[in-house]
């Protein structure tokens, strides 16, 4: 419960900051940011998928409740890091 909380916190803390430090760009996208931003959410949606897999394997196998939700937190955290790889590649090197 702590880190979900401490990971809400600095998202939206990190929003802010950016937010701030740019306001007049904080709003623009283009075609280009929505395209970049459906493929890399494309992707960590397969690492999801397959992260729900395994809780939904866990939990059929009865494993520890702590087992079953620190691999829930662990797949949210994977398919969150898994879709910012393809957005910074898609950024560095165009789509």
């Keep these: 419960m702590v880190t ?7 998202a939206a ?5 950016l937010a701030v430090s740019d306001p007049k760009g904080a709003d623009q996208s283009d075609v280009r940011d ?3 931003n459906r493929f890399s959410e494309y ?3 397969y690492v999801l998928g397959v992260g729900a897999l395994v809780v939904l394997w866990l939990a059929i196998i009865e494993a520890d409740y702590f087992l ?3 691999a829930m937190l662990l797949a949210l955290v994977l398919s969150e890091i898994v879709s910012g790889v393809p957005r910074i590649i898609a950024y ?4």
């Design 4 to 10: 979900v909380v401490v990971l809400v916190v600095l």
């Design 13 to 17: 803390a990190t929003h802010i900051v």
């Design 34 to 36: 929505k395209e970049i």
């Design 43 to 45: 992707v960590g949606g």
């Design 68 to 70: 079953i939700a620190n």
């Design 92 to 95: 560095r090197r165009g789509i």
